[in-house]
T-cell receptor, first 116, second 111 residues
C-alpha cells in the first residue's frame, strides 16, 4: 500500500518569503500526485495535480510543484508567499490500477502560517 | 469539474444514536468516496461507494458501523451507527472525474 510523508507539520514565514513544502511517497508503480489546500473554515480545494508529462506543474495562486520520480518526491513551491496563503496543505497520491484506483492517500498535512 | 454538497454541515449527537450524511454531486462522477478527518489529523479513506452494490471498505472500517449507499451516479449516503465520542470527526464525500473533488464536510460531535 502507498504512503505519503510530509516533512513539516507547521511552517511559519513572513510575507514575501519563499516556500517549499516537502512531500515524499512510497509506491513502486505509476502514480498521480496532488496538492490540496484547506483555508481556515473552508473545504478542501485542489491546488495542483500531476498525471504525466512535464514534471514541473503549475497550479493556482502562483504555486508550483516538481515531480522527481527518482526521489519519490512532489515538493510544493511558491517564490513569494502572501498572508492569504495561510492554510493547511495536503499532499496526496493516487496509485494507478488494481484495487487502489481512484483512492487518495494523504500526507499528514502542513500548516502554513504567514505573518504580514 | 464537479461541485459537491453535503448535508448536514454539522451535527451534535448523543452516544448510541446514528446519523446519516448525504452527498450530492452536480454532475455524474466515475467514483465516489467517503473520508474521515479526525481532529488534528489528515484524511483517511473509509470506503469507496459503489453504485448499486455494496461499498468497498478500507482496513479498519466495517459496513455495520458505516453503512453506505449509492443509488445513482450523483448521490451517496454514509451512516455513522451506534456513535461514540471517538466518532467525532469531519466526514467528507468526494467524487472523481478527471480528478478528485471534495465536499465541504460534515462536522460531527458525539457527546
Amino acid at each position: 500500500a502507498q504512503s505519503v510523508s510530509q516533512h513539516n507539520h507547521h511552517v511559519i514565514l513572513s510575507e514575501a518569503a519563499s516556500l517549499e513544502l516537502g512531500c515524499n511517497y512510497s509506491y513502486g508503480g505509476t502514480v498521480n500526485l496532488f496538492w490540496y489546500v484547506q483555508y481556515p473554515g473552508q473545504h478542501l480545494q485542489l491546488l495542483l495535480k500531476y498525471f504525466s508529462g512535464d514534471p514541473l506543474v503549475k497550479g493556482i495562486k502562483g504555486f508550483e510543484a516538481e515531480f522527481i520520480k527518482s526521489k519519490f518526491s512532489f515538493n510544493l513551491r511558491k517564490p513569494s508567499v502572501q498572508w492569504s496563503d495561510t492554510a493547511e496543505y495536503f499532499c496526496a497520491v493516487n496509485a494507478w490500477g488494481g484495487t487502489s484506483y481512484g483512492k487518495l492517500t494523504f500526507g499528514q498535512g502542513t500548516i502554513l502560517t504567514v505573518h504580514p | 469539474s464537479a461541485v459537491i454538497s453535503q448535508k448536514p454541515s454539522r451535527d451534535i449527537c448523543q452516544r448510541g444514536t446514528s446519523l446519516t450524511i448525504q452527498c450530492q454531486v452536480d454532475s455524474q462522477v466515475t467514483m465516489m468516496f467517503w473520508y474521515r478527518q479526525q481532529p488534528g489529523q489528515s484524511l483517511t479513506l473509509i470506503a469507496t461507494a459503489n453504485q448499486g452494490s455494496e461499498a468497498t471498505y478500507e482496513s479498519g472500517f466495517v459496513i455495520d458501523k458505516f453503512p453506505i449507499s449509492r443509488p445513482n451516479l450523483t448521490f451517496s449516503t454514509l451512516t455513522v451507527s451506534n456513535m461514540s465520542p471517538e466518532d467525532s470527526s469531519i466526514y467528507l464525500c468526494s467524487g472523481t472525474t478527471d480528478t478528485q473533488y471534495f465536499g465541504p464536510g460534515t462536522r460531527l460531535t458525539v457527546l
